[in-house]
Nanobody
Framework: VQLQASGGGSVQAGGSLRLSCAASGRSIGSYAMYWFRQSPGKEREFVASIKWNGDNTYYTDSVKGRFTISRDNAKNTVYLQMNTLKPEDTAVYFC???????????????????WGQGTQVTVSS
């Protein structure tokens, strides 16, 4: 599976962006999907995840109520809708896939089966 993240950009605080993670090579329909982010000088952190069938979603506390993860298995794509963005959301965002659903404690250092390249999100105050 190849994962291609896109949708990043520069916005002002309070703005919105929608990230996409498009998969190719095989279906991600049986995979839990994850979003992580990493800021300069900081460790990679978990942002959100979604179960293979979309029935369960999980978020880190700092994005709850602002970010929404969703998936369209027919399109082989996962999304991260980010609203009310804050400067502290500035980071490179990565998507990942694994057959294991970690939930809200997804460890960033786990060897997920597939990783996408990052997409930069910059939020200015």
């Amino acid at each position: 599976v190849q994962l291609q993240a896109s949708g990043g950009g520069s916005v002002q605080a309070g703005g919105s962006l929608r990230l996409s993670c498009a998969a190719s090579g095989r279906s991600i329909g049986s995979y839990a999907m994850y979003w992580f982010r990493q800021s300069p000088g900081k460790e990679r952190e978990f942002v959100a995840s979604i179960k293979w069938n979309g029935d369960n979603t999980y978020y880190t506390d700092s994005v709850k109520g602002r970010f929404t993860i969703s998936r369209d298995n027919a399109k082989n794509t996962v999304y991260l809708q980010m609203n009310t963005l804050k400067p502290e959301d500035t980071a490179v965002y990565f998507c990942a896939a694994d057959t294991i659903t970690w939930g809200g404690d997804a460890p960033p250092t786990y060897e997920y089966e597939y990783w996408g390249q990052g997409t930069q999100v910059t939020v200015s105050s």
